[in-house]
């Protein structure tokens, strides 16, 4: 890697993105759609490009001099298909467009476990997609588009489809700081989950390695949302959690987001965002992480949830969706 673009440089995942890049001495092009979040990164050695999914102008001038893409960039939301396709979908596709046009030689796509429809055997190379969420179909359309395209630019691509991603700038751990945390479902279908900082670090190493394929990724030990807040219980005692049945959520979750989409805001609270967040969706340990040859720096919740608070105490973030400046 030279010259390395990283959209969704102001979102959870992509800050942690663009931080290693800048501590390895890269200084990568950081793509940022609202300015105002710009200032998040004006301590990282890094350059800024103002720039839009929906602007394939601006989309050409941030790949010029670029060789390798890592895209993170897009409506991170359980909503309707008409509302997540424009940027996960078109907006993709713009993107890989202007790649190809300006000799991008590497791509890598962030996914999700959502494009599968839950299972409870581990997920692995073998499993078929089959989305149930307009969310996972999106993705899955546009893993589909991006991998056709680099194949006729002779452009090396992956995906990976990420796993729940938690981290002291992820929105529930914002809820959690706030004192109360409400839950949609027992908890008892097991998940596959992965730090931010492990997640940050197989999207760097793909770009680094060249890695082609798509791949579903997690931690070491897939665990259930109930062994997940224990853990937050733990070590954490303030930490209060609220049940309530799913089907009741999913009623409520119509109004929330009928209400936001009212006032014109992005919003999680979803009936799709409560039927994913009760999937099974464990994957098999070790996929991409022994292609890569790399080992996580937290290999379950157990080691990564007390990293996580320790980091909560340093500073206080504001999640893209909560911030409507």
């Given at each position: 890697?030279?010259?390395?673009?990283?959209?969704?440089?102001?979102?959870?995942?992509?800050?942690?993105?663009?931080?290693?890049?800048?501590?390895?001495?890269?200084?990568?092009?950081?793509?940022?759609?609202r300015?105002?979040r710009?200032g998040?990164?004006?301590?990282?050695?890094a350059?800024?490009?103002?720039?839009d999914l929906?602007?394939?102008?601006?989309?050409k001038?941030?790949?010029?001099?670029?060789?390798t893409v890592?895209?993170?960039?897009?409506?991170?939301?359980?909503e309707?298909?008409?509302?997540v396709?424009?940027s996960i979908?078109?907006?993709?596709?713009a993107l890989?467009?202007a790649?190809?046009?300006?000799g991008?030689?590497?791509?890598?796509?962030t996914?999700?476990?959502l494009?599968?429809?839950?299972q409870?055997q581990?997920?692995d190379?073998?499993t078929r997609a089959?989305?149930?969420s307009?969310y996972?179909r999106?993705?899955?359309e546009s893993?589909q588009?991006?991998t056709?395209m680099?194949?006729s630019?002779?452009m090396?691509f992956?995906a990976?489809?990420l796993s729940h991603?938690?981290?002291?700038?992820?929105?529930?751990?914002?809820?959690?700081r706030n004192?109360r945390?409400?839950t949609?479902g027992?908890?008892?279908?097991?998940y596959?989950h992965?730090?931010?900082?492990?997640a940050?670090?197989l999207?760097?190493?793909?770009?680094?390695?060249?890695?082609?394929?798509?791949?579903a990724?997690?931690?070491d030990?897939?665990a259930?949302?109930?062994?997940?807040?224990?853990?937050?219980?733990?070590?954490?005692p303030r930490?209060q959690?609220v049940?309530?049945p799913?089907?009741?959520?999913v009623?409520?979750a119509?109004?929330?987001?009928?209400?936001?989409?009212?006032r014109g805001?992005?919003?999680l609270?979803?009936p799709d965002g409560?039927?994913?967040?009760?999937?099974n969706?464990?994957?098999?340990?070790?996929?991409?992480?022994?292609?890569l040859?790399i080992?996580?720096?937290?290999?379950?919740?157990?080691e990564?949830?007390?990293a996580?608070?320790d980091?909560c105490?340093?500073?206080?973030?504001?999640?893209?969706v909560r911030?409507?400046r």
């Amino acid at each position: 890697m030279q010259k390395v673009l990283v959209t969704g440089a102001t979102g959870f995942i992509g800050y942690e993105v663009a931080r290693i890049l800048a501590e390895e001495g890269l200084r990568p092009r950081l793509l940022v759609r609202r300015m105002l979040r710009g200032g998040l990164l004006s301590h990282l050695d890094a350059e800024l490009a103002a720039g839009d999914l929906l602007s394939p102008d601006s989309l050409k001038r941030a790949v010029r001099g670029v060789d390798t893409v890592i895209h993170l960039g897009a409506r991170a939301s359980f909503e309707p298909y008409r509302y997540v396709k424009p940027s996960i979908v078109d907006g993709s596709a713009a993107l890989m467009q202007a790649a190809v046009e300006a000799g991008v030689s590497c791509f890598v796509y962030t996914s999700s476990l959502l494009v599968y429809s839950g299972q409870q055997q581990p997920i692995d190379e073998t499993t078929r997609a089959n989305p149930i969420s307009d969310y996972g179909r999106a993705k899955i359309e546009s893993e589909q588009r991006l991998t056709r395209m680099a194949q006729s630019a002779d452009m090396a691509f992956c995906a990976l489809r990420l796993s729940h991603i938690y981290g002291a700038r992820d929105l529930l751990f914002e809820k959690l700081r706030n004192g109360r945390l409400v839950t949609p479902g027992l908890g008892t279908n097991i998940y596959a989950h992965l730090h931010v900082v492990d997640a940050a670090r197989l999207l760097v190493e793909a770009a680094r390695q060249r890695f082609q394929g798509v791949r579903a990724v997690g931690d070491d030990q897939p665990a259930s949302w109930r062994e997940f807040f224990a853990v937050i219980k733990n070590h954490y005692p303030r930490f209060q959690q609220v049940t309530v049945p799913a089907s009741l959520a999913v009623a409520g979750a119509k109004i929330l987001q009928s209400w936001s989409h009212l006032r014109g805001r992005q919003t999680l609270e979803t009936p799709d965002g409560v039927r994913s967040w009760n999937l099974n969706l464990p994957v098999k340990p070790g996929l991409l992480w022994r292609d890569l040859g790399i080992t996580p720096k937290y290999p379950t919740i157990h080691e990564g949830i007390p990293a996580v608070l320790d980091d909560c105490v340093a500073y206080r973030w504001i999640h893209p969706v909560r911030d409507h400046r």
